[in-house]
C-alpha cells in the first residue's frame, strides 16, 4: 500500500515557469514532510522540509504548501531553471515512531526547457 | 563533518553469483542505516534497515540479506543473484530520531545490472 501518493510522474517546464508537484497521505500520524532531489547517477538529497504546524515554507524559489485538513502537500518550484531538471521525491513520516522511517512518494521527473 | 561512502559505483553480475555491496559513514555514531532499492517508476523502496549493530530489520522478502558487522557500517548481501535484483541501490543513513529534523542522508548509489 503506498504510503504516499505523488504526481505528477513527469513534468516539463518552461524556463522561467513555476513547476508545482503534489502529494497526498492517509496517515493522520505523520507530522514530518521532506522533499528531496536527486540528479542522475546521484543519490537523493534533502531540499526542504516542512512541519504540519504551519501551512508554507519558502526557501529561495523552492516553496512547500502544505494542506493538513486535505492531508495534502505540494512543491513549487519559482522560475523553474534547467539546473532544476532533477527527480524529486516527496516523503513523510511519524516522528514520534520507533524508527521514524521515510514513506517516499515514487518520485516526479522535472525537466525544464531552456 | 558526516560522509558517506558507497561502492562499487556500478556492478555487473551475472545470474547466480553473490554480491556484496558495501557502505560505510563517518563523522557521526550510532546511525541508523539504510538500505534502499530504485526502480524506475517506483520510487525508493526501503529494504533494510538498523538502529545498532547486529540489529537488522527487513522490510521485503527478497534474495538479500544485510548485516552490521561495526557501528558505521553496513553490508548488503545476496548468495545467488536474480535478473530481478537489478536497480539501483542506496544506503543511508540518519541520527536517531532523538533529532526531530533529522534528514535521512544518501550515498550515490550502486548500479547493479544482474547478466
Known amino acids: 500500500q503506498q504510503q504516499v501518493k505523488q504526481s505528477p510522474q513527469s513534468l516539463i517546464v518552461q524556463k522561467g515557469g513555476i513547476s508545482i508537484i503534489n502529494c497526498a497521505y492517509e496517515?493522520?500520524?505523520?507530522?514530518?514532510f521532506p522533499w528531496y532531489q536527486q540528479f542522475p547517477g546521484k543519490g537523493p538529497a534533502l531540499l526542504i522540509a516542512?512541519?504540519?504546524?504551519?501551512s508554507e515554507k519558502k526557501e529561495g524559489r523552492f516553496t512547500i504548501s502544505f494542506n493538513k485538513s486535505a492531508k495534502q502537500f505540494s512543491l513549487h518550484i519559482m522560475d523553474s531553471q534547467p539546473g532544476d531538471s532533477a527527480t524529486y521525491f516527496c516523503?513523510?513520516?511519524?516522528?514520534?515512531?520507533?524508527?521514524?522511517?521515510?514513506?517516499f512518494g515514487r518520485g516526479t521527473q522535472l525537466t525544464v526547457w531552456p | 563533518s558526516q560522509t558517506i561512502h558507497q561502492w562499487p559505483a556500478t556492478l555487473v553480475q551475472p545470474v547466480g553469483s553473490p554480491l556484496s555491496l558495501e557502505c560505510t559513514v563517518e563523522?557521526?555514531?550510532?546511525?541508523?542505516l539504510y538500505w534502499y532499492r530504485q526502480a524506475a517508476g517506483r520510487g525508493l523502496q526501503l529494504l533494510f534497515y538498523s538502529v545498532g549493530i547486529g540489529q537488522i530489520s527487513s522490510e521485503v522478502p527478497q534474495n538479500l540479506s544485510a548485516s552490521r558487522p561495526q557501528d558505521r557500517q553496513f553490508i548488503l548481501s545476496s548468495k545467488k543473484l536474480l535478473l530481478s535484483d537489478s536497480g539501483f541501490y542506496l544506503c543511508?543513513?540518519?541520527?536517531?530520531?532523538?533529532?526531530?529534523?533529522?534528514?535521512?542522508?544518501f550515498g550515490n548509489g550502486t548500479r547493479l545490472t544482474v547478466t
Open positions: 543511508a543513513w540518519s541520527v536517531p530520531r532523538e533529532s526531530y529534523n533529522s534528514p535521512l542522508h
Open positions: 516542512i512541519r504540519p504546524d504551519v
Open positions: 496517515n493522520t500520524a505523520f507530522d514530518y
Open positions: 563523522g557521526t555514531s550510532n546511525p541508523n
Open positions: 516523503a513523510a513520516s511519524d516522528r514520534g515512531s520507533t524508527l521514524g522511517r521515510l514513506y
